[in-house]
């Protein structure tokens, strides 16, 4: 197994070229889909066939620079190698998003080495937006480094949040939460993409982000980018057992003022 140097530029040089390849396939389709091209996988959440391209193409380059690792993704699964080294793939985060024609839809990818993550990518294509971080390198943004905002009191604050608990027939959902909390807040956002939620924490376009019921593919990158932002993730109770429980993410100052909202 070829040994790589965990903080190795070309990691992420080759993550950055992938994402925005796989970017230009999602802008190249977007415009040509027809309602054949789409399928159901529960009555809310939508696949098309541009998820699978895009997913497949992924894949395949990810084989050929690095056939030793394991890779997680969205529509197909996981490889069940015994790497060290696994990639976490969602082709399209967004996809709604994208099948209504709307720009606000992702690509995510990381890389984890031994369970943790050591570099990601979150890239908007209609937006021309590439978050990305490597480990203990910082976050960026079309390579400019990004931090959290300093936002100190909730009803200044802008966030964002999602409904994917909507899809599973949770016994409590997250339309409790948001009625208790927006009142409280100075507006809210619902974007459509969980990973480009979590990279508007990581810039401070948003002072925080909350969702219950995400998969890890859907936020394993913008989580990463969070962190490298100098921002602050947790489940609803203040630990780390996201993403079941819900996920929250914010800047150090407001972390506790919102959680005081899931007791
Ligand atoms: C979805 C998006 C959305 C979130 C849903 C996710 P997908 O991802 O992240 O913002 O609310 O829960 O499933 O299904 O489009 O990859
Ligand atoms: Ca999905
Ligand atoms: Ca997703
Ligand atoms: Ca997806």
């Known amino acids: 197994i070829l040994n790589f140097n965990k903080s190795d530029d070309t990691l992420i040089l080759f993550l950055k070229d992938l994402i925005k390849q796989a970017g230009a396939i999602c802008i190249k389709e977007q415009s040509l889909l027809k309602p054949a091209d789409v399928k159901f996988k529960n009555k809310k959440d939508l696949v098309t066939i541009t998820d699978k391209r895009v997913e497949d193409f ?5 084989r050929t620079k ?3 690792h394991d890779v997680l993704g969205e529509e197909t699964g996981k490889t069940n190698f015994s790497s060290d080294y ?3 793939i969602d082709p399209i985060d967004g996809t709604t998003s994208f099948f209504h024609q709307q720009p606000f839809y992702s690509v995510s990818i990381a890389l984890q080495y031994k369970g943790q993550t050591i570099c990601g990518a979150v ?8 978050f990305y971080a490597d480990k203990d390198k910082g976050a960026f943004l079309n390579d400019c480094p990004i931090n959290v905002s300093k936002t100190d009191r909730l009803i200044n604050c802008v966030m964002a949040t999602g409904f994917a608990c909507l899809r599973a027939n949770l016994k409590k959902n997250n ?13 809210i956002r619902r974007y459509g993409s969980a990973a480009i939620d ?3 924490v990581a810039c401070g376009r948003l002072d925080g982000f909350w969702e219950m019921n995400l998969n890890i593919y859907d936020i394993a990158a913008g989580v990463f980018i969070v962190e ?18 819900g996920i929250v993410a914010t800047n150090k ?5 919102l959680l005081e909202n899931f007791k």
């Open 66 to 68: 690095y056939p030793s």
């Open 175 to 187: 339309l409790e939460y948001f009625n208790k909390i927006v009142p409280r807040l100075r507006d």
């Open 228 to 245: 490298q932002a100098g921002g602050k993730i947790c489940d609803f109770k203040g630990e780390l057992n996201f993403p079941e429980q």
């Open 58 to 62: 992924i894949v395949k380059k990810i």
């Open 253 to 257: 100052y407001i972390q506790n003022n």
């Open 86 to 88: 696994l990639w976490i």
């Open 198 to 200: 979590l990279c508007y």
């Open 123 to 130: 890239y908007a294509p209609r937006l021309d937006e590439l």
